[in-house]
């Protein structure tokens, strides 16, 4: 899902009604919609890419995950998609239509269901890694390497946990 803002909308000044105080600074707003029209663009430009194989980001995001694994539990790779099972539960059902992945009930624990890549998935997100990668290099072409290194460390410490009570419920 897409957030879409208006041109404008990094000249927002939200004031609260004693005209004393913003409830956000106008520059950490301008700089939340600079990172999101970055995301969108990168999103699309990859999105773009990916079509040609025949698929979705999220489906690619998918056989990534469970690339190096062999195969997870649905849980897991939710959790580590940052997406609910229920949404996981349609981009598996597509990639199973395309016989790029089958579930498989756990031996153990009938109640967990593991998604392992198939061979033909496996040939296909093998031939993805070196167009995912051009696709990234490009985004961030913009970027010298010290650059890069940077934002990556000012990322890493922004999806640090605040708090033991934030890094419960990201793990959810």
């Known amino acids: ?16 009604a004693n005209n004393k105080r913003p409830f956000f600074s106008t520059y950490t707003t301008s700089l939340w919609i600079r990172f999101l029209r970055f995301n969108l ?8 890419d990916l079509e040609k194989l025949g698929l979705t980001p999220p489906q690619f995001y998918v056989l990534a995950t469970i690339g190096y694994a062999g195969g997870l ?3 897991e790779i939710g959790a580590k998609m940052m997406v609910t099972v229920s949404n996981l539960t349609g981009i598996v059902d597509r990639l199973e239509e395309k016989k790029l992945v089958q579930r498989k ?14 061979e033909k998935g496996a040939k296909l997100y093998k031939s993805t890694i070196p167009i995912f990668e051009k696709s990234i290099a490009e985004i961030f072409q913009r970027l010298e390497g010290p650059q890069q ?23 959810v």
């Open 149 to 171: 290194k940077e934002l990556s460390t000012l990322l890493r410490k922004l999806n640090e946990p605040r708090s033991a009570d934030s890094e419960k419920a990201t793990r």
């Open 1 to 16: 899902m897409y957030l879409h803002l208006p041109r404008a909308a990094h000249r927002l000044k939200n004031v609260s």
């Open 105 to 118: 009930r756990d031996d153990k624990d009938r109640r967990v269901v593991h998604v392992i890549m198939t």
């Open 41 to 48: 663009q990168s999103h699309k430009k990859l999105e773009t």
């Open 73 to 75: 539990p649905f849980g």
